[in-house]
């Protein structure tokens, strides 16, 4: 009975997230075209909810109860080389590498998950207020967000807030923030339901640009496949790579212009 409880408020909060999807001729910050690269395969039961690239492997976070888990990923093959599963009660969600830890959060348990880099160990738990979506880190601080219009700073050794983040597009709220990427000094936010990947300065929270992503579901045809959920950077080559809840591939895009 749990299980469609949560598989219903999913749907739910999808539905919702579909009516604040932003709009094209909505969006006040300006509209970046992007380019597909190339296409890599993706395990197309992954409920992505967290993606990071390191070492040349790609992290991955999934969600749904009995499904989550904490997995390393060969880029080129998509097979799935080391994977950690979280016990039942937790609803796996957004990832972060920082200073040779994984970082882990759940949805609505408000407690994370702290792993050795290389062997899946856990390290630590915390806790959070609230509920927990997408995680990031710009080297010195966690960045969370927790599906609100803001993002929360965190010491990455205590855990606790160290600043709050009010994101906006122009004077509008920009609500439903999920999974996050730190890229060259700006936060990448997925928003929930929406085929667009917000660009955000950290220091102000406006929204420097959308990067518009519509085209990629043509490039798959596949009924289970769901949102977009899922924005990895490679810090060596600047390659940024996107993928979504379900979704058999995974791509590597280039951002057509700069939205600064």
Not at 1 to 23: D, N
Not at 51 to 75: E, I, K, Q
Not at 197 to 209: L, R
Request: contains cysteine.
């Amino acid at each position: 009975m749990k299980k469609f409880l949560i598989f219903g408020l999913i749907l739910a909060v999808t539905a919702l997230c579909a009516i604040c999807e932003p709009q094209e001729n909505t969006l006040t910050a300006p509209v970046v075209p992007c380019r597909i690269i190339r296409e890599f395969p993706h395990d197309p039961g992954a409920f992505t909810q967290g993606l990071v690239f390191h070492g040349g492997y790609v992290l991955v976070g999934t969600g749904l109860n009995g499904f989550s888990s904490l997995r390393r990923v060969s880029l080129k093959t998509g097979k799935v080389l080391k994977i950690k599963k979280l016990p039942h009660q937790y609803f796996g969600e957004g990832i972060a590498v920082h200073a040779g830890k994984i970082y882990q959060l759940t949805w609505r348990s408000r407690v994370g998950f702290v792993y050795d880099l290389k062997s899946f160990r856990q390290l630590d738990a915390f806790s959070y207020e609230g509920e927990g979506w997408g995680l990031t880190t710009d080297g010195k601080r966690l960045i969370m967000s927790d599906g609100s219009d803001s993002l929360l700073f965190l010491d990455p050794k205590s855990f606790k807030t160290t600043g709050v983040l009010k994101v906006r597009d122009g004077s509008r709220p920009v609500f439903f923030l999920n999974e996050l990427e730190f890229v060259k000094g700006e936060i990448l936010a997925n928003v929930l339901g929406s085929d667009f990947v917000a660009c955000i300065a950290p220091e102000t929270g406006q929204v420097k640009g959308w990067l518009d992503l519509r085209a990629l579901r043509s490039r798959f045809q596949s009924r289970e496949a769901d949102v977009l959920n899922g924005i990895a950077y490679d810090t060596k080559s600047g390659r940024l790579f996107v993928t979504g809840k379900k979704w058999p591939a995974l791509f590597e895009i280039k951002i057509e212009n700069s939205p600064k």
